[in-house]
């Protein structure tokens, strides 16, 4: 999870440095700003769906739970970089409030990694039921 943050982090900073560039004004920056954190947090929720469990798990029982836990990851992620602009200028409150909301995405990450491990070890037993 810690690289794919970093690979997040350059990909934004790629995306606003090519708004800069004359020629490739929005859609390159938007193109890289959009679906490369989604593509790289759901491939990191994959492999971890996919070679934490004790018992192998096939590749189609663990797309759905990643893409899931990669959308709420972005969409966490993007609250609090909302969050961190609005609430700046609350001062200690907002530092505290920033906190809590820190910690409040922390645990929606969790359950919805632990949701998506549920959600795999569902359709690998509905797959074996069918065979």
Known sequence: LVVGI??????QWLSAWARHLPVLNVAPAWLLAL???LIIVTLTFAL????????????RHV???????GAVWVIGAEILVLYGTFGSGL???GA??????IMLWMNVVSQML???AE???VSASRDTRRI
């Open 114 to 116: 632990f949701f998506g």
């Open 6 to 11: 970093g690979l997040v982090a350059v990909f």
């Open 91 to 93: 001062g200690a409150y």
């Open 96 to 101: 505290l409030g920033g906190v809590l909301v």
């Open 63 to 69: 797309w759905l739970a990643a893409v899931l836990c």
């Open 35 to 37: 679906p490369a954190p």
């Open 48 to 59: 971890l769906l996919k070679f934490l469990p004790p018992t192998p798990l096939p590749w």
């Open 119 to 121: 959600l795999c070890k």
